[in-house]
């Protein structure tokens, strides 16, 4: 069983928030859903707002807290990303954080204020120049999480990194750079 098998089926018992419908988070819910997760999804826009995205959620079975006072019922047991949940003894995560605790190959993250998608890609193409498999995502616009499963402990994964996605983070890369 993989980390991530363990960590999902450590959720099968809890109820998760989910902050936001975008583009990131999308797969994390679809990933979620899929294990049977129980999913409630907070966001500011309201149904025709979110457009296809709102259809395809509903269609998976998810729970929706929609519109202005979106963030006012955060009392799941596992949120991915607010802090005011925090205060209400939830547990705080991201997509990104719970990818850097599953991911079995070494991770090498890149940030900083100016070049970091210029940068993660020389890296990436680097590595591959070199023989490497190579996993190229994050804040460049790829989430890995989904694709944790088919990447193995010899591979590397390049990530770019946002000052949003690294707050709050308890895992550390294998490797860091920061650009200027």
């Known amino acids: 069983m993989t980390a991530l098998e363990q960590y999902l089926g450590g959720l099968s018992d809890k109820r998760v928030g989910v902050i936001g419908a975008g583009v990131s988070n999308m797969p ?17 826009k309201e149904p025709t707002e979110l457009g296809d995205g709102y259809a395809t959620l509903a269609t998976l079975g998810v729970d929706f807290v929609l519109g202005p006072h979106y963030l006012d019922a955060l009392d799941e047991d596992v949120i991915f990303r607010t802090p005011k949940a925090r205060a209400n003894g939830s547990e705080i995560t991201s997509e990104m954080e719970l990818f850097f605790a599953v991911c079995p190959c070494p991770i090498i993250g890149i940030t900083g204020s100016d070049g970091k998608t210029t940068t993660t890609t020389l890296v990436s193409e680097i590595l591959k120049h070199a023989g490497y498999t190579v996993h190229l995502g994050g804040n460049i616009g ?35 750079a920061i650009t200027n």
Do not use: Y
């Open 28 to 44: 994390l819910i679809r990933m979620l859903r899929a294990a049977g997760v129980r999913v409630t999804v907070h966001d500011k």
């Open 142 to 176: 790829t989430p890995l999480l989904p694709r944790v499963d088919t990447m193995t402990e010899n591979d590397l994964a390049v990530v770019e990194l946002s000052s949003f996605q690294l707050m709050g983070m308890k895992h550390s890369p294998h490797i860091a």
